[in-house]
Nanobody, 120 residues
Framework: EVQLVESGGGLVQPGGSLTLSCVASGFTFRDFPMSWVRRAPGNGLEWVAA????????FYAEPKEGRFTISRDNAKNILYLQMNNLKTEDTAEYYC?????????????WGQGTQVTVSS
């Protein structure tokens, strides 16, 4: 059974940092690209970042700002999202998802999500 379990969310002040983790099981983690997707209150799902299986190639929704860094540990089956200089608009439920697709509906497995709230 494929399982993705996120953790690391919480309440943080604007400008603060958080690191999200996603522990994967039930499949060969190192063989799959992985993504982070978020849903802000009242909004639809928004792709945030993706990393290919080799851990080298990474893609971001907002590469110019460079506030987020996606990484993975294939030995431990863990996906990470380091978030710096957080803004109130980053408040959302963050999900890790297996794969890297241009269409959100194409993702086949999701975690339960971890809530990130950015507020003063």
């Amino acid at each position: 059974e494929v399982q993705l379990v996120e953790s690391g969310g919480g309440l943080v002040q604007p400008g603060g940092s958080l690191t999200l983790s996603c522990v994967a099981s039930g499949f060969t983690f190192r063989d799959f690209p992985m993504s982070w997707v978020r849903r802000a209150p009242g909004n639809g799902l928004e792709w945030v970042a993706a990393i290919l299986s080799n851990g080298v190639e990474k893609f971001y929704a907002e590469p110019k700002e460079g506030r987020f860094t996606i990484s993975r540990d294939n030995a431990k089956n863990i996906l990470y999202l380091q978030m710096n200089n957080l803004k109130t608009e980053d408040t959302a439920e963050y999900y890790c998802a297996r794969g890297y697709y241009s269409v959100i509906d194409d993702y086949d497995y999701w975690g339960q999500g971890t809530q990130v709230t950015v507020s003063s």
